[in-house]
């Protein structure tokens, strides 16, 4: 049985990794809190859940903008002093949000600016703790490490949304705004303890000239690179069918509201469900770093994503839109497996989109690629927040749910008919 949990040969060997991944683990879980509280305190103020999916639009402007820039940033500085300026950033951003929730300002616009602010760091910090990583382990670790740290990531996501909603409903907006605050801490605390990670030695970047250039030809560079490396390429389009067109998060607020019942309660159960699959494949991961067929476990885990999604919308449309004044426990039940399912698919995808990402790019193109992998993560949820936002305006959010699985799966095969060399990527042989 242990030849399939999860492989922690990384904590073991790298104490730097392994302080890494407690302090990120601590300050997620925090991270969660602000996520479900902000959509939360937004569909609170308009009951309107295209309102909830503009604060992906906030984010998505900065998002993009920054992490391509981010990116360059790492590649020319020190990647232990970016984490933590971002990361320190980060920290006033949810001060902020604990002001404006405290003072009771109660406009939107507030919260929207306030994403945007938090994007924008995010964008910077993501990329520079993401390229830290191969620096830590050996490159033959990578798939246990991305394990490790997906597993961290998707504990916090199925006990922060469920503390958030709790601390939502009992003592408001501004108490899981603080929570988050003194966990984001953790971080900090983590990335002051790291080594110093310059530049490599032959890197480009090196040279103190050229540090002060970074800017838009660096960031093309990147983007040149990348044009030239077609399995590297495919981890991030894959990636975008199934977010943008079949991420059902936007969803959540509405549906403890107006299908299911049960409010705040069964919007943290909902989010927690993708995070639980996340978790369940992390812990059994150890059979994934036996695994050469990378691309192929892919495309197929995505397909698993897209059959959940639908389902999922399936469950909504069968309960129907009916605003029940109890919970229908059947349709939470069915609701929450099929979620789980989604998890479950998502974390084998990312930890292998990761590790083909970081073992087939050069260090000294790791940030910029980093920088295009966060814009690739964090920004198709966020467009998905809008898309699917209005395709549950216009059908409902069953439907919108059932339309986005099957559409995800339609481009997915599209994708891989134009490339279908992922089909065969092997992780003995890498072809980036």
Not at 309 to 325: D, H, K, Q, S, Y
Request: glycine residues 12%; proline residues 5%; hydrophobic residues 55%.
């Amino acid at each position: 049985m242990r030849r399939f949990l999860a492989d922690t040969t990384p904590l073991r060997e790298s104490p730097a990794f392994a302080r890494l991944w407690w302090g990120l683990g601590v300050s997620n879980l925090g991270a969660q809190l602000t996520v479900v509280a902000v959509g939360l305190e937004v569909y609170a103020m308009t009951s309107s859940t295209f309102a909830v999916g503009i604060l992906g639009l906030c984010a998505l402007v900065p998002l993009v903008i920054l992490g391509l820039y981010g990116g360059a940033l790492v590649d020319a500085y020190d990647r232990r002093k970016v984490a933590i300026v971002a990361s320190s950033a980060l920290w006033l951003v949810t001060v902020a949000l604990v002001v404006q929730a405290r003072a009771g300002v109660d406009e939107v616009w507030v919260l929207y600016l306030l994403v945007a602010l938090q994007s924008a760091a995010f964008a910077i910090n993501n990329p520079a703790r993401s390229a830290i990583i191969p620096r830590l382990v050996p490159i033959a670790q990578l798939p246990a490490a991305n394990a490790l740290m997906g597993l961290l990531g998707n504990t916090a996501m199925t006990l922060g949304p469920l503390l958030g909603a709790l601390l939502v409903a009992r003592w408001g907006y501004a108490t899981a705004y603080a929570v988050d605050a003194v966990l984001f801490t953790a971080a900090l605390w983590a990335l002051v303890r790291l080594p110093d990670l310059p530049p490599t030695e032959g890197s480009e970047r090196v040279d103190a000239a050229r540090r002060r250039r970074v800017g838009l030809g660096s960031v093309l560079e990147g983007l040149r690179y990348l044009a030239t490396q077609p399995n590297v390429r495919m981890t991030f389009l894959v990636d975008l069918a199934a977010m943008i067109f079949a991420m059902p998060r936007v969803l959540f607020p509405a549906i403890g509201v107006v299908i299911i019942g049960g409010g705040e309660g069964t919007t943290g159960i909902l989010t927690a469900g993708l995070a639980i699959g996340g978790v369940l494949a992390g812990l059994f991961s150890g059979g994934l770093t036996r695994i050469h067929r990378q691309g192929l476990v892919i495309v197929w885990s995505i397909v698993g994503w897209g059959l959940s999604v639908t389902a999922f919308g399936l469950v909504l449309v069968a309960a129907g839109r009916t605003e029940p004044t109890t919970v229908l426990t059947w349709a939470l039940v069915l609701g929450f497996a099929a979620l789980v399912l989604c998890g479950i698919t998502d974390g084998v995808s990312a930890v292998f989109r990761t590790t083909i990402l970081q073992a087939a790019a050069p260090d000294e193109m790791r940030g910029r690629l980093q920088g295009v992998f966060i814009v690739v993560v964090a920004g198709g949820p966020r467009l998905a927040d809008v898309l699917v936002g209005a395709e549950a305006t216009w059908w409902g959010e069953g439907m919108a749910a059932v339309v986005g699985g099957l559409t995800c799966i339609v481009v997915l095969g599209l994708l891989v008919w134009r490339q279908p060399r992922f089909l065969a990527y092997d992780a003995r042989h890498p072809e980036p």
